[in-house]
């Protein structure tokens, strides 16, 4: 009797995953998308998938070249404006050009997808700069666009998409990568619950392992280098070479060896969330979040320490107590 009522509740249970997944909006065609980093990886193909659509996308890059290019590969209707998120001047500037741009329609979606990965080692190997950098990219930026463009999104009852990472719920390495990915899924929350009453909608991205020039083994090989060669005299005395050399050889092995080249998992939840009449409050992208990272996030301590500290490099020197 109760395997066949699970059962029923399990397919019942799909059923109704499937129905809401599959209902999209009708009328897409006359809103505006404001999407950040669309130089390259998730951004850059967000903004060629939902052009196609026939969304009115704005993509945010760092770089005119950035922006040229995105400019060949896509429709009239899509535009580009430069955009630095760590520059309040920037954004300040930027939010002055979309108001102007989608007038009294206002903006139904803004995609905070602008990010940084490095450094991301052994936190006693960095400067408090190393930290201040990343977070202000991947947390401080993203906060500073949503404050501006509030307004707009409110008026059009739209939809706000923060890319986390599945280090925002299980913490894979040392620096402000992952702090930083915590405080997106707090602020996160935290926008949810504010702007439910105005008819906003607030989902967070978590991707798993994905190939993207941000995370190029051979460009974080380099970092960690010059990292290591600052690093004080005691530190990489009590670490060791062979430490450093098993971390970075590790990363390079992992980063090739795990990291999906295809993006579009991603993308796919990014549109999603942007086009559905009922868009989830979270998106995990990629199979290792599914099977392993959010599994691993219920376990005790003791249990998810050791699973992600198995194969660890061994410091030259441990002092105990």
């Not at 290792?288 to 003791?302: G, M």
Request: proline share 5%; charged share 20%; aromatic share 10%.
């Amino acid at each position: 009797m109760w395997p066949l009522l699970l059962l029923v509740v399990l397919m019942l249970t799909i059923l109704y995953r499937w129905h809401r997944q599959s209902q999209i909006l009708q009328t897409l065609s006359d809103k505006y998308v404001l999407i950040t980093g669309c130089d390259t990886g998730f951004g850059n193909l967000l903004a060629k998938q939902l052009d196609r659509r026939g969304m009115r996308v704005l993509a945010a890059c760092l770089t005119e070249k950035g922006a040229v290019d995105l400019k060949t590969e896509t429709s009239s209707r899509l535009q580009t404006v430069i955009l630095d998120v760590t520059d309040s001047q920037s954004v300040s500037s930027a939010a002055k050009w979309v108001t102007h741009t989608v007038g009294d329609k206002g903006l139904w979606g803004l995609v905070n997808n602008a990010g940084t990965g490095m450094p991301g080692c052994p936190n006693e190997w960095l400067k408090k700069e190393d930290f201040v950098r990343v977070l202000d990219v991947n947390l401080l930026g993203p906060i500073e666009v949503t404050r501006h463009l509030l307004p707009l999104i409110r008026r059009s009852r739209g939809r706000i998409v923060n890319v986390s990472s599945i280090a925002g719920r299980v913490t894979i390495c040392g620096g402000g990568y992952c702090i930083s990915k915590f405080g997106i899924e707090a602020f996160s929350d935290n926008l949810r619950r504010e702007l439910k009453r105005f008819g906003v909608r607030v989902s967070i991205i978590e991707p798993g392992y994905f190939k993207t020039p941000l995370n190029d083994p051979h460009r974080m090989t380099k970092t960690l280098k010059d990292i290591w060669s600052r690093a004080k005299p005691e530190v990489q005395h009590s670490y060791g070479i062979k430490y450093f050399q098993d971390y970075v050889t590790d990363m390079e092995k992992t980063f090739s060896a795990l990291c999906n080249t295809d993006l579009t998992p991603v993308t796919r939840c990014m549109e999603h969330a942007l086009t559905a009449v009922q868009p989830w409050t979270r998106y995990s992208a990629g199979w290792d979040t599914k099977l392993f990272f959010i599994p691993v996030s219920y376990l005790p301590a003791v249990l998810s320490d050791y699973l992600l500290t198995l194969t660890s490099p061994r410091p030259a020197k441990t002092t105990f107590h």
